[in-house]
Each structure stands twice: as structure tokens, then as C-alpha cells.
């Protein structure tokens, strides 16, 4: 009899978050504070309706709602569920309706001053903490159930079933609240997902007329460029001191596009089997001019024979962009060291400086689309580079230090085994 009882009261306890993911498909993610409430004080009076009767007292697990409006639903929802316990139970009469009056009111305490903080937890700690506030209404069920027998006496056996049924209802109250906000977390996250698939599908098509304008402005650069060379060449009195400017400033704008149309599209048009280490020789030596420059030595170990299969001028921009930003970090009298290793069944790259370093706070944002510490920055070398080895199922991790330098580790799967011809 009990047992059926306790069942049917986890049953309503459930019901009203079943039923607000079934019917009322959330477009946003926040609660109604009324529907949640009205839910709640339904599922509130079921549980007093459905109460289990005995020696003047209802058992039931009116408080499991209670607690649950005041953490999902608010301040509002919460109150609500309050008055309606208070009227129903007011209703219903009976000796000990003053003490369960009193017992409702103190078992709201807790939840009405933990609401706030507690809504502002993270899921997994929100459900352990609706589970605690869930233990609190049993101590006021057994103040009630000591101070009622205090002013009624009750018989010794008829006490130790009532403290049976306190037990009883206080275990199944801690799981049915338990269970209850799990069930609400999962329909939360539901939310939350739809509402970040909605997102990111927005911002892929976003992405996609992005990269077809950047290709169509690319068009009209390249033609102005062109003319505007000619230009320079028939320019033999000087008469348009600024041209070289201009040529330099549309240069950056088709470096800012190309990169660009990578990152949206890192296309591997060749694939083929290379040795790693000739490209990296490749691109040092390409950097050469940059680093001497700017005063940094820019030294090489490349001994091991490592063969990569994939697009080896993919592979030459995400170096370039890396080195050329160690350079670019390194003051004059710095080095930086580009190393290879294999490591397992992966080469190893290093890209070493002993330039400003960055913060933690730099660290965290590297490697995100537009970020840039440079006045003519585009912020795009990195993201493309980290997106071109993440595509050839490689791994890019910065270490760096403040005034000593950073550490860009490349890691990327090699091929066992080729045949090069050379
Ligand atoms: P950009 O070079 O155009 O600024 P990147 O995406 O290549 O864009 O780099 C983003 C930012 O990361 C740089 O502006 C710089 O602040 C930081 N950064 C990248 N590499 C290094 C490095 N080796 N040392 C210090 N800072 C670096
Ligand atoms: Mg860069």
C-alpha cells in the first residue's frame, strides 16, 4: 500500500517536467516562471491529494515541486507552488494542519534563499544541490512529527512507524527530487542544443557568402593591381609617388582574402608523398630574408628523413604563418630555432623564438579566427595554420612564457614505408 503510494508520487513529481518537454516544445531556453509554477503547484496539490493518510498526518512528497520551482522556475514559480500547498492543505483541514502550515513555510526557506545562487551552477552540480535541498523538508517533517507527537502524544509503535514513514518518504523525496532535475537538466540541454545547432547553421551560411563575395572581390583586385603596375611602370617622372603605396595596401587585402577563402576552405588540391623535412628547408629558406631583416637568426635541425601524404603547399602556408610569427615576435639579436623529430609514428615540429612570449590570457585566444596583437595584423595566420594541420589529422599546442619566448609544437601522422623518387 505504502509502496504504491510512494511510486504514484514520483510519478506526479515527474509529470510536470515531462510534460513541459513534451507539450511545450521551448523555443528559448529560459522557463516561463508562470507555466512552471502552474505545473508544479498541479503536480504540488496531486501529491497532497494522493497523500498517504495516517494518524492525522499526510505523507506525501509536496515538497519535491517546491523545491524544484524554486530552482528551475524562480522566485515566482516557487511562491506559487507555496500558496498553493498552503491553500490546499488548509483545505483539507485535520488536526495537524497548523503544524503542516508551519512545516511548509520552513521547509521554503532554504530553497527561497538558495534559488538565486544555485540556478547560476552548472548542471551537474545543480542536480547534487537540488538533491541537498531535497533532504532539508525531512528535518522539518521530523520537527513537525516530534513537536506534533510532543502536543498529542502518540503511542511508542505508532512513533516508530511514523519515523518509518518519514524515512521512507525522506529517501524517495531526495531521489524523486534527484531525479526530477536530472530530467530537467537533460531537457535544458536539449534546448541549449537546438539552440546552438540553430546558431551555427546561421553562421555556416554566413560563412558560405563570405567566402563566395571574398572570392568575387578577389576578381576586380586583381585587375586593379595589374593596371595600377602598369601604371608604376609608365610612372618614370614620378608623378604618382603614391602608387607603390597603393600596390602595397592591395596586396594586403589579397593576402587577407586568400587567407581567408583557406580558413573557410583549406583546399587539398595535390596529394602526394614528400619529404618533410625539404619543405621545411623549403620555407626556412623563404624566411631567411624576413628574419635577417629584422635582425633574428633563424636556425634548423632537420635531420630526419620523414615522408608526409598530403598537400605540401597546404602544409608550406600553415609553416610560413607560424615561422613568419615567431620571427615577427622575436626582437633584434633573437633566435629562432625550427626543429624536426619523430615521435611515434608522427614527425614532431618545433617552432621555437625567444621573443615577448604571451599571456595566459594571449595563450587562450590564439588561434581564434581575427585575433591579432598587430597593428596590420589580420589575425587570420594562425587560425588558417591550426585549421590546414587539424585537416591532415595533425595537432598544434603554444607554449609560451612572458619576456622568453614561445614554442609552437606541430604534430603530424607520417607515412612508413615510401618509395620517393627524386
Ligand atoms: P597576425 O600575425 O596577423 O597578428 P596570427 O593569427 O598569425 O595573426 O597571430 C595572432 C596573434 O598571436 C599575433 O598577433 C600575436 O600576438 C600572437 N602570436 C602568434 N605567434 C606568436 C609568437 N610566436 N610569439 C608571440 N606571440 C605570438
Ligand atoms: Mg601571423
Known amino acids: 500500500m505504502l509502496i504504491e503510494k510512494l511510486l504514484l508520487h514520483v510519478l506526479i513529481v515527474l509529470a510536470p517536467i515531462l510534460s513541459y518537454s513534451f507539450f511545450f516544445e521551448k523555443k528559448q531556453v529560459s522557463t516561463?516562471?508562470?507555466?512552471?509554477?502552474?505545473?508544479?503547484?498541479?503536480?504540488?496539490?496531486?501529491?497532497?491529494?494522493?497523500?498517504?493518510?495516517?494518524?492525522?498526518?499526510?505523507?506525501?512528497?509536496?515538497?519535491?515541486?517546491?523545491?524544484?520551482?524554486?530552482?528551475?522556475?524562480?522566485?515566482?514559480?516557487?511562491?506559487?507552488?507555496?500558496?498553493?500547498?498552503?491553500i490546499v492543505r488548509a483545505a483539507m483541514g485535520g488536526d495537524a494542519v497548523v503544524f503542516a502550515l508551519a512545516g511548509v513555510?520552513?521547509?521554503?526557506?532554504?530553497?527561497?534563499?538558495?534559488?538565486?545562487?544555485?540556478?547560476?551552477?552548472?548542471?551537474?552540480?545543480?542536480?547534487?544541490?537540488?538533491?541537498?535541498?531535497?533532504?532539508w523538508p525531512s528535518f522539518v517533517q521530523i520537527a513537525i512529527l516530534?513537536?506534533?507527537?510532543?502536543?498529542?502524544?502518540?503511542?511508542?509503535?505508532?512513533?516508530?512507524?511514523?519515523?518509518?514513514?518519514?524515512?521512507?518518504?525522506?529517501?524517495?523525496?531526495?531521489?524523486?527530487?534527484?531525479?526530477?532535475?536530472?530530467?530537467?537538466?537533460l531537457v535544458i540541454e536539449r534546448a541549449l542544443m537546438k539552440q546552438e545547432i540553430e546558431k551555427a547553421e546561421k553562421l555556416n551560411t554566413m560563412g558560405e557568402l563570405a567566402a563566395s563575395i571574398a572570392h568575387e572581390v578577389r576578381n576586380p583586385l586583381t585587375v586593379v593591381k595589374g593596371f595600377l603596375q602598369l601604371m608604376q611602370q609608365d610612372d618614370k617622372d614620378n608623378n604618382h609617388p603614391y602608387i607603390p603605396l597603393v600596390l602595397s595596401e592591395l596586396g594586403r587585402a589579397e593576402v587577407i582574402i586568400s587567407d581567408y577563402l583557406n580558413f573557410?576552405?583549406?583546399?587539398?588540391?595535390?596529394?602526394?608523398?614528400?619529404?618533410?623535412?625539404?619543405?621545411?628547408s623549403d620555407v626556412v629558406m623563404l624566411l631567411n630574408a624576413l628574419a635577417v631583416k629584422q635582425g633574428v637568426e633563424l636556425k634548423s635541425d632537420l635531420k630526419p628523413a620523414l615522408f608526409l601524404f598530403t598537400d605540401r603547399n597546404q602544409l608550406k602556408q600553415a609553416f610560413v604563418n607560424i615561422?613568419?610569427?615567431?620571427?615577427?615576435?622575436?626582437?633584434?639579436?633573437?633566435?629562432?630555432?625550427?626543429?624536426?623529430?619523430?615521435?611515434?609514428?608522427?614527425?614532431?615540429?618545433?617552432?621555437?623564438?625567444?621573443?615577448?612570449?604571451?599571456?595566459?590570457?594571449?595563450?587562450?585566444?590564439?588561434?581564434?579566427?581575427?585575433?591579432?596583437?598587430?597593428?596590420?595584423?589580420?589575425?587570420?595566420?594562425?587560425?588558417?595554420?591550426?585549421?590546414?594541420?587539424?585537416?591532415?589529422?595533425?595537432?598544434?599546442?603554444?607554449?609560451?612564457?612572458?619576456?622568453?619566448?614561445?614554442?609552437?609544437?606541430?604534430?603530424?601522422p607520417i607515412v612508413q614505408n615510401v618509395q620517393i623518387s627524386l
Open 32 to 86: 516561463s516562471p508562470y507555466l512552471y509554477g502552474t505545473l508544479q503547484s498541479i503536480s504540488a496539490t496531486l501529491c497532497i491529494l494522493f497523500a498517504f493518510y495516517e494518524g492525522d498526518l499526510y505523507w506525501d512528497l509536496r515538497y519535491a515541486p517546491l523545491v524544484l520551482a524554486f530552482l528551475y522556475g524562480g522566485r515566482i514559480a516557487g511562491g506559487m507552488v507555496l500558496g498553493t500547498i498552503l
Open 105 to 135: 513555510v520552513l521547509a521554503t526557506v532554504i530553497p527561497f534563499f538558495f534559488s538565486k545562487k544555485i540556478s547560476g551552477y552548472h548542471a551537474g552540480k545543480r542536480v547534487k544541490a537540488a538533491m541537498l535541498m531535497g533532504v
Open 146 to 185: 516530534i513537536s506534533y507527537t510532543f502536543f498529542y502524544g502518540t503511542a511508542d509503535e505508532d512513533f516508530m512507524t511514523t519515523i518509518s514513514h518519514v524515512l521512507s518518504f525522506s529517501i524517495l523525496q531526495v531521489i524523486g527530487v534527484g531525479t526530477a532535475s536530472k530530467l530537467n537538466e
Open 264 to 280: 573557410a576552405k583549406p583546399e587539398f588540391k595535390n596529394l602526394e608523398d614528400f619529404s618533410l623535412s625539404q619543405v621545411l
Open 323 to 412: 615561422i613568419k610569427n615567431a620571427i615577427e615576435a622575436t626582437p633584434s639579436g633573437g633566435t629562432v630555432t625550427v626543429s624536426l623529430a619523430l615521435s611515434g609514428d608522427q614527425a614532431l615540429i618545433t617552432v621555437a623564438d625567444t621573443g615577448k612570449g604571451m599571456t595566459e590570457e594571449q595563450l587562450s585566444r590564439i588561434g581564434t579566427l581575427f585575433y591579432t596583437t598587430k597593428d596590420k595584423g589580420t589575425g587570420l595566420g594562425t587560425t588558417v595554420s591550426v585549421r590546414i594541420i587539424e585537416s591532415m589529422q595533425g595537432k598544434v599546442s603554444f607554449k609560451s612564457e612572458v619576456g622568453k619566448g614561445t614554442e609552437v609544437t606541430l604534430r603530424l
